[in-house]
């Protein structure tokens, strides 16, 4: 039974951590800790997972694959792109898991958190802690990784969504109040587009919160992609912001088996984020085409802008949470590639140089109705 009035001496508690510590008792609790943890050595090799860290990767057979970093051990598409792996990619330089480990070579503890990009469109949010020791002359980095992708997924929806909304009601409110300024046209007209925002706020929340909770069903049907595109840049133009942009349209007469309601959302965030890059003089480009012969049965969906991406956003263009507008306002890109690989089959890919400018594209291949 607990006895409350009585309590060990001081040389007694320095005594008993002394034991635990050296104990194997020690590294078994440490083992089984509910969070991720790492030690890595000064080449940032990982010696040492415990369960958690060990379950999260899928690393059953720990000597086959020893001496991994902690980037090639959460399988990020860069470290697996690289020749020398984790931490020496430009992607590495804004990660904030690479970043944290650098701080330690200065001898303190530091903190960050980094977007781990994955196959598929996925990523992975971590918060890291990282510290700097030192044990029989050899330097060692101990980290402890917290998961916090839900937590940023749903920041992140609430944010956009209630920004949106906001916005829009805003906009209604405004109307009432100047209502007496405008023909009833005029009036009909700001109605259906506010209406017409509100409603695709919303689906555009339902769908991403689906995907992100892999519970978004792919319904292939026919889709004749220049109607497909021509609805969509109609409905853009109709925005008051773009109603002075230029989209030049090629139609091709390209029909293809796909999900038109995910299709329809990757081309919507495709063309606003041209749309919001340029300016009223700068022409935008829709086409398609058939794919390469590096992706036999493959369908291009490409999207041109004039202004170019800068290095440092071309880097974490990806990412989920990373934006150019403000914090947590970072979806568009993200989803762009979340629903394209992963529901749709395809690929995502741009150039951004001074030759090209800027060119997404969306490389989709047919689907099977019982897909």
Same mark, same amino acid.
């Given at each position: 039974?607990?006895?409350?009035r009585?309590?060990?001496?001081?040389?007694? @508690?320095?005594?008993? !951590?002394?034991?635990?510590?050296?104990?194997?008792?020690?590294?078994?609790?440490?083992?089984?800790?509910?969070?991720?943890?790492?030690?890595?050595?000064?080449?940032?090799?990982? @010696?040492?997972?415990n369960?958690?860290?060990?379950?999260?990767?899928?690393?059953?057979?720990?000597?086959?694959?020893?001496?991994?970093?902690?980037?090639?051990?959460l399988?990020?598409?860069? !470290? !697996?792109?690289?020749?020398?792996?984790?931490?020496?990619?430009?992607?590495?330089?804004?990660?904030?898991?690479?970043?944290?480990?650098?701080?330690?070579?200065?001898?303190?503890?530091?903190?960050?958190e980094? *977007?781990?990009t994955?196959?598929?469109?996925?990523?992975?949010?971590?918060?890291?802690?990282?510290?700097?020791?030192?044990f029989?002359?050899?330097?060692?980095?101990?980290?402890?990784?917290?998961?916090?992708?839900?937590?940023?997924?749903?920041?992140?929806?609430?944010?956009?969504?209630?920004?949106?909304i906001?916005?829009?009601v805003?906009?209604?409110?405004?109307? *009432?109040?100047?209502?007496?300024?405008f023909?009833?046209?005029?009036?009909?007209?700001? @109605?259906?587009?506010?209406?017409?925002?509100?409603?695709?706020?919303i689906?555009?929340?339902?769908?991403?919160?689906?995907a992100e909770n892999?519970?978004?069903?792919?319904?292939?049907s026919?889709?004749?992609?220049?109607?497909?595109?021509?609805?969509?840049?109609?409905?853009?133009?109709n925005?008051?912001?773009?109603?002075?942009?230029?989209?030049?349209?090629?139609?091709t007469?390209?029909? @293809?088996?796909?999900?038109?309601?995910?299709?329809?959302?990757?081309?919507?965030?495709?063309?606003?984020?041209?749309?919001e !890059?340029?300016?009223?003089?700068?022409?935008?480009?829709v086409?398609s085409?058939?794919g390469? *012969?590096e992706?036999?049965?493959?369908?291009?969906?490409?999207?041109?802008?004039?202004?170019?991406?800068?290095?440092?956003?071309?880097?974490?263009?990806?990412?989920?949470?990373?934006?150019?507008?403000?914090?947590?306002?970072?979806?568009?890109?993200y989803?762009?590639?979340?629903?394209?690989?992963?529901?749709?089959?395809?690929?995502?890919?741009?150039?951004?140089?001074?030759?090209?400018?800027?060119l997404?594209?969306?490389?989709?291949?047919?689907?099977?109705? *019982?897909?």
């Amino acid at each position: 039974m607990f006895e409350y009035r009585l309590r060990d001496s001081a040389g007694e @508690i320095k005594e008993q !951590a002394r034991e635990i510590i050296n104990s194997p008792v020690f590294s078994l609790l440490m083992g089984d800790i509910p969070s991720m943890i790492i030690i890595m050595n000064h080449r940032r090799q990982v @010696i040492y997972m415990n369960r958690e860290f060990s379950e999260a990767v899928n690393e059953k057979e720990k000597d086959e694959n020893i001496g991994l970093r902690p980037g090639e051990y959460l399988h990020c598409i860069h !470290a !697996a792109n690289s020749e020398y792996g984790c931490g020496s990619t430009d992607f590495c330089r804004v990660c904030g898991l690479f970043n944290a480990i650098e701080k330690t070579a200065k001898g303190r503890r530091t903190s960050g958190e980094c *977007n781990i990009t994955l196959s598929h469109g996925e990523t992975l949010t971590f918060r890291v802690y990282a510290t700097p020791f030192k044990f029989k002359g050899h330097r060692y980095i101990f980290a402890y990784l917290q998961d916090i992708s839900d937590f940023k997924t749903r920041q992140l929806l609430e944010n956009i969504f209630l920004h949106d909304i906001n916005n829009s009601v805003t906009a209604l409110n405004g109307l *009432n109040e100047l209502m007496d300024d405008f023909s009833m046209e005029e009036t009909k007209t700001i @109605i259906n587009e506010l209406s017409t925002r509100l409603t695709d706020e919303i689906h555009s929340y339902r769908l991403i919160t689906e995907a992100e909770n892999h519970s978004l069903s792919v319904v292939v049907s026919r889709v004749d992609i220049d109607d497909l595109i021509g609805s969509i840049i109609k409905s853009m133009l109709n925005i008051r912001t773009f109603h002075h942009r230029k989209i030049e349209h090629k139609k091709t007469g390209l029909v @293809i088996n796909t999900d038109e309601t995910l299709l329809r959302r990757v081309l919507i965030n495709t063309i606003k984020n041209a749309l919001e !890059a340029s300016t009223d003089n700068q022409e935008i480009k829709v086409y398609s085409n058939s794919g390469d *012969n590096e992706k036999p049965g493959f369908f291009n969906i490409n999207v041109r802008s004039y202004p170019l991406i800068p290095k440092d956003v071309q880097l974490q263009l990806f990412q989920r949470a990373y934006s150019t507008k403000s914090p947590g306002r970072g979806w568009g890109t993200y989803s762009i590639r979340l629903l394209t690989e992963r529901y749709l089959g395809g690929r995502v890919s741009y150039v951004s140089n001074e030759k090209q400018r800027t060119l997404f594209t969306i490389s989709i291949p047919h689907l099977n109705k *019982n897909d």
